[in-house]
């Protein structure tokens, strides 16, 4: 992300993009007889995690964000990192396990994402419409 970034707006577009998505809001358990249930939790607020790195160490780091294996019956299928390169250079890492999205649909949640963080940078919530299904 080059330029000047507002932090706050992008960490209130993250969870606005989870109260919009179910699916990013979507753990797993297993039922008495060990078969897989998914229940969609309540939005709740998620901090950003916000470091501050070089290059090569977004690199490195964004690289064993994507090879760590979800356990998802521990921790949600979605991780979110922000790497301050410099002042005016950021690496948003978005790490989504397969389960949750597919090419198609990252598309659509990058482009809700710019969305969410163009309204927020005005002070003012996303209007999306209505989704008509949830992934």
Do not use: K, M
Not at 24 to 38: H, I, K, V
Not at 83 to 92: E, G, K, N, P, W
Not at 103 to 119: F, K, P, Q, R, V
């Amino acid at each position: 992300l080059g330029g000047l970034l507002n932090v706050e707006a992008l960490e209130q577009a993250c969870n606005d993009l989870r109260a919009r998505h179910e699916a990013l809001r979507t753990s797993f358990t297993q039922d008495a007889d060990g078969e897989p249930q998914q229940r969609v939790n309540p939005q709740q607020f998620q901090p950003l995690a916000c470091l501050e790195l070089d290059e090569g160490a977004s690199r490195q780091r964004a690289q064993a964000l994507t090879c760590q294996a979800f356990d998802l019956l521990a921790e949600p299928a979605l991780r979110l990192e922000l790497h301050r390169l410099d002042t005016r250079q950021h690496r948003l890492v978005i790490v989504l396990h397969h389960i949750l999205a597919d090419g198609w649909s990252i598309g659509l949640i990058i482009e809700d994402l710019a969305t969410a963080y163009a309204a927020r940078c005005q002070g003012q919530a996303a209007q999306w419409p209505a989704l008509t299904v949830q992934y």
